[in-house]
């Protein structure tokens, strides 16, 4: 579909028409396109663009991925989608390798994820799963032992709650980009990212570049993923009274 750049949705509908490519060929789960929808309505209340409490929070992430011993990024079938290229930038930038996980698991779409990642020359982890994550029934417990199993730090785009806490209760420390604050990924994440994925992906990438070693501890010492929580609702219920005047 042509869509006009002078659209003021442009950003949104582009997204939108990139997740349903990626369903076409394959990629993307069916009900990864409901997810889309969803996020989009979150992020329409949120303002669609990156708010001091997202940037803070991708700031935060950065410095406890760059002080992790092994931080992974997983993906699956929509953050393929939406950020092959940035996810790929930042795991060599922060020297965090990426996994696939997905919930509705295929071969088919393991090896076409795979593929994708492999243009931007990244091998992921997660092709052939040699470890269970305890305490899911799932497809997505199935995980690498050298990746996700003895990850310290895992960044999970787009992710069910399920595994979210399974993680946490691994001892791992979860980062989420989720655009819902209520989701229970964001609840029990360590670091809740509330952003659109690929405008989170193209902070994090500054922030990893421009971060110096000796500013790591200060950032995470000061970091509070309540009040970012917190943060968001009040910016909602406030945009909201704000549009219902
Ligand atoms: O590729 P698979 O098989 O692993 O399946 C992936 C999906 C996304 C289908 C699966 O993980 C799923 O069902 O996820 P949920 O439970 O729908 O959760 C997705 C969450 O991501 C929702 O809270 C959405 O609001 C949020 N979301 C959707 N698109 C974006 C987003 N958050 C940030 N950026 C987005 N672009």
New binding site residues.
């Given amino acids: 579909m042509n869509i006009p750049k002078s659209h003021p949705r442009y950003e949104s509908l582009m997204?939108r028409e990139r997740v349903i490519e990626y369903f076409n060929k394959g990629i993307?789960?069916t009900?990864?396109l409901?997810?889309?929808g969803?996020?989009?309505a979150?992020d329409y209340i949120i303002g669609e663009k990156s708010m001091d409490f997202s940037l803070e929070s991708e700031r935060a992430a950065v410095a406890l991925m760059k002080s992790a011993k092994n931080p992974i990024i997983s993906v699956?079938?929509?953050a393929t989608a939406?950020s092959a290229e940035d996810l790929a930038e930042l795991s060599k930038i922060l020297n965090a390798r990426i996994e696939i996980?997905?919930?509705?698991?295929t071969d088919e779409?393991v090896r076409k994820i795979a593929d994708e990642f492999r243009k931007f020359g990244i091998e992921v982890l997660g092709q052939n799963p040699d470890a269970i994550i305890p305490g899911i029934e799932h497809m997505?417990a199935l995980c690498s032992r050298e990746g996700i199993y003895s990850a310290d730090v895992v960044l999970i785009?787009?992710?069910?709650?399920d595994r979210a806490m399974a993680l946490k209760n691994m001892g791992k420390k979860v980062i989420s980009?989720?655009?819902?604050p209520l989701?229970r990924?964001s609840q029990v994440a360590y670091i809740s990212i509330v952003?659109?994925?690929?405008r989170?992906v193209k902070n994090m990438i500054v922030f990893a570049n421009k971060m110096k070693e000796n500013e790591i501890g200060g950032i995470l010492n000061s970091y509070d993923n309540k009040k970012t929580l917190s943060d968001v609702l009040k910016h909602i219920k406030n945009r909201m009274e704000d549009m219902s005047k």
């Fill in positions: 997204k993307v789960a009900a990864g409901i997810a889309q969803r996020g989009e979150f699956n079938g929509n939406l996980s997905l919930f509705y698991r779409r997505r785009p787009l992710e069910d709650g980009v989720d655009l819902n989701s990924t952003d659109e994925l690929t989170a």
